[in-house]
T-cell receptor
Framework: DGGITQSPKYLFRKEGQNVTLSCEQN?????MYWYRQDPGQGLRLIYY???????QKGDIAEGYSVSREKKESFPLTVTSAQKNPTAFYLC?????????????????FGQGTRLTVV | AQKITQTQPGMFVQEKEAVTLDCTYD???????LFWYKQPSSGEMIFLIY??????QNATEGRYSLNFQKARKSANLVISASQLGDSAMYFC??????????????FGKGNQVVVIP
């Protein structure tokens, strides 16, 4: 079945460590996104990519890094510079529409990774 | 400034009744899109319904309908005939600008719904 796979589901990080969250999609979507969700809050955009080898910062990119070497994969690294990394991280993907194309470009989400600093 | 506002406290709904979830938005763009997502306790985000700013009809998808009032900048979600499986957090989101090459979403803080038998 087509979908988005995030791993691991739970991740524990020691202070000062970098950790990488995996996100893979087989939906053939061009665009991929990383969101962060804190308890009782909505999602905030960290990074997004609309094409391989290109990505842009979202609203809260500080302390995070990404790569997009393959269309299917968009890993997120939480660096030691991220002062408060404990959160729920969601990866998503969508088509990229062009004039004359689809207007409902909803994002499809993975199951999420819950990161805890210990 | 908050682009999406969802301010209702947690709601308890009787099974089989309808429930309306409020969402107001703020944008100066003429072209934009509004989305509703459901997040059950397992955490994944499930797309429910979409409304484009130029759509003249309110969007409907099965038991979900969107009450779109453009002049008031509101996009309320109506769930008819509630089911126990509807218990979840519901998020309103907006894409500012046309959909071409732009899929960034701004999310509200969500509405908690609990359906009781």
């Amino acid at each position: 079945d087509g979908g988005i796979t995030q791993s691991p589901k739970y991740l524990f990080r020691k202070e000062g460590q970098n950790v990488t969250l995996s996100c893979e999609q087989n939906l053939n979507h061009d665009a991929m996104y990383w969101y962060r969700q804190d308890p009782g809050q909505g999602l905030r955009l960290i990074y997004y990519s609309q094409i391989v080898n290109d990505f842009q910062k979202g609203d809260i990119a500080e302390g995070y890094s990404v790569s997009r070497e393959k269309k299917e994969s968009f890993p997120l690294t939480v660096t030691s510079a991220q002062k408060n990394p404990t959160a729920f991280y969601l990866c998503a993907s969508s088509i990229v529409s062009y004039p004359g194309g689809a207007v409902n470009t909803e994002a499809f989400f993975g199951q999420g990774t819950r990161l805890t600093v210990v | 400034a908050q682009k999406i506002t969802q301010t209702q406290p947690g709601m308890f709904v009787q099974e089989k009744e309808a429930v309306t979830l409020d969402c107001t938005y703020d944008t100066s763009d003429q072209s934009y899109g509004l989305f509703w997502y459901k997040q059950p306790s397992s955490g994944e985000m499930i797309f429910l319904i979409y409304q484009g700013s130029y759509d003249e009809q309110n969007a409907t998808e099965g038991r979900y309908s969107l009450n779109f009032q453009k002049a008031r900048k509101s996009a309320n979600l109506v769930i008819s005939a509630s089911q126990l499986g509807d218990s979840a957090m519901y998020f309103c989101a907006m894409r500012e600008g046309p959909p071409y090459g732009n899929n960034r979403l701004a999310f509200g803080k969500g509405n908690q719904v609990v359906v009781i038998p």
